[in-house]
């Protein structure tokens, strides 16, 4: 049986992975958004006769996009896991299995 804190710190573990690719997809969309020629994330390569754009450094905007899809599916399957050990925990809280933490009660105030 894994222990509660181990439990818990695998899931902060995950949250602090998921937190540098959020970090990393957004540096490189700056990049992207930058660049001279300014292609961004979805913008085009080509010129209307197919050609690549002169003003954009086309190979470096395919790599950094391609990292951001990579980026992007490695969280989607972090944030996966994420959900399923909070999931996972909370029902051993309601059945008992381990005792709630003590948490500051949140303030409704404004």
Do not use: W
């Not at 930058?34 to 292609?39: A, Q, T, V, Y």
């Not at 754009?53 to 969280?75: E, G, P």
């Not at 972090?78 to 399923?84: A, C, D, L, R, W």
């Not at 029902?91 to 005792?99: L, Q």
Request: aromatic residues 2%.
């Amino acid at each position: 049986m894994v222990d509660e804190d181990e439990e818990l710190q695998g899931l902060f573990a995950l949250q602090d992975k998921a937190r540098a690719i959020e970090s990393e997809i957004a540096q490189l969309i700056d990049v992207l958004d930058n660049m001279p020629g300014k292609p961004g994330l979805n913008g085009r390569l080509v010129d209307p006769q197919g050609f690549p754009r002169s003003d954009v450094d086309v190979h470096t905007a395919r790599i950094h996009r391609n990292r951001i899809a990579c980026l992007q599916t490695d969280h989607k399957a972090i944030m996966q896991q994420v959900e399923k050990g909070l999931y996972q925990h909370h029902m051993r809280v309601k059945e008992g299995k381990i005792a709630p933490r003590n948490s500051a009660p949140m303030s409704l105030e404004s």
